[in-house]
T-cell receptor, first 114, second 112 residues
Framework: DTAVSQTPKYLVTQMGNDKSIKCEQN?????MYWYKQDSKKFLKIMFS???????INETVPNRFSPKSPDKAHLNLHINSLELGDSAVYFC?????????????FGPGTRLTVL | AQSVTQPDIHITVSEGASLELRCNYS??????LFWYVQSPGQGLQLLLK??????LVQGIKGFEAEFKRSQSSFNLRKPSVHWSDAAEYFC??????????FGKGTTLSVSS
């Protein structure tokens, strides 16, 4: 069983389109994340979300929005895609509390905006 | 501000030679510490982690790392590198239930 899964694995789209990336975790974790890895391979947090709180990285454009239908899912919606949005997007999850330091990552979604 | 520094952008090591990748962090309290590896076109694989206790931690694939509180460092080591170790290595820190802060990564090349 895959712990953290993402779909699609590859996403190619035109500028201006709206797209979504789905993420599911079957670990029972209470916190999920979206990270962006840019062309220089730098990984940066975009969002942290649990059932109580959404923490948004202040540098993330408001064209990006996380949506969580339930505790096991955190989808990423992107409106009006731009060339600079091309990147690999990783979903992750972790368990809060004192024992919850480790994050488990999905395989990534490579987004290419043409 | 919280940050992770990996001073070496690119390292080349001969196959069979030893390896040390450096990582320094700046954090308000002692964080949890991690090393991840990413092969080309692949996702992130956890090599090892430090939460507390013994400051020398063992990971997968023969890697180990040592936490030095006085130096705010968590360097990754391997006594004998294999060609398959060529990849991107990321050091990361966090506290429980919070997002990871990553270093910019070190690219490891292995020469024969």
């Amino acid at each position: 069983d895959t712990a953290v899964s993402q779909t699609p694995k590859y996403l190619v789209t035109q500028m201006g389109n709206d797209k979504s990336i789905k993420c599911e975790q079957n670990l029972g974790h209470d916190t999920m994340y979206w990270y962006k890895q840019d062309s220089k391979k730098f990984l940066k947090i975009m969002f942290s979300y649990n059932n109580k709180e959404l923490i948004i990285n202040e540098t993330v454009p408001n064209r990006f929005s996380p949506k969580s239908p339930d505790k096991a899912h955190l989808n990423l919606h992107i409106n009006s895609l731009e060339l600079g949005d091309s990147a690999v997007y990783f979903c992750a999850s972790s368990q809060g509390g004192l024992a919850g330091g480790q994050s488990f990552f999905g395989p990534g979604t490579r987004l290419t905006v043409l | 501000a919280q940050s992770v520094t990996q001073p070496d952008i690119h390292i080349t090591v001969s196959e069979g030679a030893s390896l040390e990748l450096r990582c320094n962090y700046s954090y308000g309290a002692t964080p949890y510490l991690f090393w991840y590896v990413q092969s080309p076109g692949q996702g992130l694989q956890l090599l090892l982690k430090y939460f507390s206790g013994d400051t020398l931690v063992q990971g997968i694939k023969g890697f180990e790392a040592e936490f030095k509180r006085s130096q705010s460092s968590f360097n990754l080591r391997k006594p004998s590198v294999h060609w398959s170790d060529a990849a991107e290595y990321f050091c990361a820190v966090n506290q429980a239930g919070t997002a990871l802060i990553f270093g910019k990564g070190t690219t490891l090349s292995v020469s024969s």
